[in-house]
């Protein structure tokens, strides 16, 4: 799978600009295509951003000509529109109300519709990002109060976001109503701070708040921090594979540790999935939490069977397939000496395509594993998710239309096997009516009018009045 973005922000700090390039070397897990920061410098906003890793978008000279008191960041994996230097985020619009700065992380079911209403009402688009139909809904609304427009705004948009706004008056959070999305409220030296995940505000210093609720938007301006409703609180509805992939060990969501998660998540597939084996390894790095789960669960050793080189991004969050390919083969090396004639179990987090778990089932055969046996901790991702991940296309998912053993055959492993959704809720320790399980069962939060595609307004497909 490919995740989709981070955000970060923070208000009130002298080294605003700073602390926010920090925050995203923090949040780089989470989206490797292109970085931006937006600052607020003497009563303006200034922007950079461009294509890369936030280590190759930024110098020291930008950040200190951006120096600021608030500053928001993104980092991003694209989930809907190219991946383009033109959809880089923050985007910063001029309107009747001045300047404004905006990050989002997640997908708008709802932005082929208000695009074809907007456009046909004038409204000229810069981007294909769903992202920017916000920003003309705001620009539109005639209140004079920024809150009350981007209130109004957001009451018309329909999805999973995370959303972040910067204006040289205020910053603004805001989190979709059914919290699919993640959005973390903290503190540092009296500032307030905004982020996708905790481990961001571990990296800057700042104290970890709460969560922002699900429908909740929270105002931060020289006065402090309001908190306000823009929407009734839905049914909550976090994405689960939050827990499974895409947030870092480190980082805590709605009060759970991601890594105390995964690694429950292999004690328990463990238990309902066992095989006899001399060793056991994981998918490094957000497979290993599972792994030694399923290790000290079932007695068997853990062993270090994959060696990963650090200096290549997540394959997931390639944004073509040769390009992950490409990633696989620089990325993971396995230990001969370690496998080599041993009954290895092999725990990765999920099967999206199949292409790297069969690349890695044969990366361990070459290395003489005498048998290898695929545990996945999460079910099979069978449907496609609409709420800003980038598995839009149901025929790109292995599990779609195949069952357990012609998964197995096309990965070439002696065994697979799979965590049951019941499992799920046994590790989290949780009712799952409480996470959003669409990738798994098919049953969306939000319902979804058409078909998403991420490309749909390059091609120019999307549907008139939907």
């Known amino acids: 799978m490919r995740e989709e973005c981070g955000v970060f922000g923070i208000w009130g ?5 700073h602390l926010t390039h920090v925050a995203l070397f923090a949040l780089q897990h989470r989206g490797q295509e292109s970085a931006g920061l937006a600052s607020v410098r003497d009563g303006q906003l200034r922007l950079h951003k461009g294509m890369g890793l936030v280590s190759e978008v930024f110098t020291e000279g930008v950040l200190r000509d951006m120096a600021g008191q608030a500053a928001i960041g993104h980092v991003r994996y694209s989930t809907f ?3 383009d230097p033109v959809n880089a985020q923050p985007l910063v619009i001029r309107y009747h109300r001045g300047m404004l700065a905006l990050a989002h992380n997640g997908n708008l079911v709802n932005a082929p519709q208000l695009r074809d209403e907007l456009e046909a009402q004038g409204s000229i688009f810069q981007t294909t990002l769903d992202t920017e139909v916000i920003a003309h809904l705001i620009a539109r609304r005639p209140s004079r109060e920024l809150t009350e427009a981007v209130a109004g705004s957001l009451a018309e948009v329909k999805g999973g976001y995370a959303l972040l706004f910067l204006s040289p008056g205020a910053m603004i959070g805001a989190r979709d109503p059914n919290g699919i999305r993640p959005l973390s409220l903290g503190k540092l030296d ?4 905004l982020a996708s995940e905790s481990c961001a505000f571990d990296a800057v210093g700042a104290e970890f708040v709460r969560d922002v609720e699900p429908g909740e938007m929270v105002v931060i301006t020289p006065g402090g921090m309001v908190s306000q409703r823009i929407a009734p609180p839905g049914r909550p509805a976090l994405c689960v594979f939050e827990y499974i992939y895409f947030a870092r060990p480190d980082s805590d969501l709605e009060g759970l540790n991601v ?3 995964r690694k429950q998540l292999g004690r328990v597939l463990a238990r309902v999935a066992p095989v006899p084996a001399d060793l056991v390894t994981g998918v490094p790095d957000s497979s290993v939490s599972a792994a030694t789960g399923y290790a000290e669960e079932a007695g068997i050793p853990y062993e270090m069977g994959l060696v990963k080189n650090r200096y290549i991004g997540r394959t997931f969050i390639e944004p073509r397939q040769e390009g992950r390919a490409l990633a696989v083969r620089l990325k993971l090396n396995p230990l001969r000496r370690v496998v080599e004639g041993k009954r290895v179990i092999l725990v990765d987090d999920s099967i999206v395509r199949g292409t790297t778990s069969r690349y890695i089932v044969g990366l361990l055969r070459e290395a003489g594993a005498r048998e290898v046996h695929l545990r996945i901790s999460s ?3 069978r449907f496609p998710c609409y709420y800003g991940i980038d598995t839009s296309a149901h025929g790109e998912l292995v599990a779609a239309d195949r069952d357990v053993e012609e998964i197995r055959s096309l990965v070439g492993a002696d065994s697979l096997a799979y965590l ?5 809720a046994e590790a989290l320790g949780r009712p799952l009516d409480r996470y959003c399980l669409a990738c798994f069962t098919g049953e969306y939060v939000v319902p ?3 078909a998403l ?3 749909l307004f390059e091609r120019g497909r999307f549907p008139r009045g939907v």
């Open 453 to 455: 595609d991420k490309l």
């Open 13 to 17: 700090h002298p080294q605003a600009v």
């Open 448 to 450: 979804v009018p058409v």
């Open 81 to 83: 529109g190219s991946s």
């Open 259 to 261: 890594h105390s998660v």
């Open 190 to 193: 009296g500032a307030w701070c």
């Open 379 to 381: 079910p099979p991702y």
């Open 420 to 424: 049951p959704v019941e499992g799920l």
